[in-house]
């Protein structure tokens, strides 16, 4: 009997994780009525939520690497015809500093997968969103556009600046102001 093992990296190890969202791109579907805990891996319902409530922000130019790998990223994976991929999205308040990285990458959009599509579209998910499983190319799209929508950034300049002086916006000195760490 044959056993393929894939060992990935733990992306968290060696952080201290107060909160982790696994983000799709896709709202229907994708809350989590977490119990606060510490452990709990939110989604990206509570992602948008929380953006709204209690915004982190990131600098210009982290904002810009961030886009960008994530643009390589979804561009590889789309040539392979993978889709279902996650953002795994942690927030270390300490450093304050987001760690966050693609997971999930092993799924092709085979037969089975575009099957699913159609049900869902179908007969599962109301008339004006789409799935969850869509094709790779269009899995792509909407995964770029919600990290680019949801992932809010303030000049670099006030980012930089560490003083006893909290920052007015962005709330740097008092935790809400975070880099961007890509772990791969």
Not at 26 to 50: C, G, I, K, M, Y
Not at 155 to 171: A, F, K, Y
Request: hydrophobic share 35%; net charge positive.
């Amino acid at each position: 009997m044959r056993h393929d093992l894939m060992v990935m990296e733990n992306l968290t190890f060696g952080w201290n994780i107060t909160r982790q969202y696994d983000l799709k791109g896709a709202l229907h579907a994708r809350f989590n009525s977490a119990t606060n805990a510490s452990d709990e891996v939110l989604l990206d319902q509570n992602f948008v939520n929380d953006m709204n409530s209690s915004p982190l922000y990131v600098s210009n130019k982290a904002k810009r690497l961030f886009e960008r790998a994530v643009w390589n990223d979804t561009t590889f994976l789309n040539s392979i015809n993978v889709m279902d991929y996650s953002l795994l999205v942690g927030v270390d308040t300490k450093r304050q500093e987001l760690v966050c990285g693609i997971i999930d990458y092993l799924r092709q959009y085979t037969w089975d997968k575009q099957l699913e599509t159609w049900v869902k579209s179908s007969l599962v998910v109301p008339k004006n969103l789409l799935p969850t499983v869509i094709s790779p190319r269009e899995y792509k799209k909407r995964f770029r556009k919600f990290m680019s929508t949801h992932f809010l950034s303030v000049p670099d300049s006030w980012c930089l600046q560490r003083s006893s002086n909290s920052c007015e916006i962005c709330g740097i000195g008092d935790g809400s102001s975070f880099h961007l760490k890509s772990k791969k």
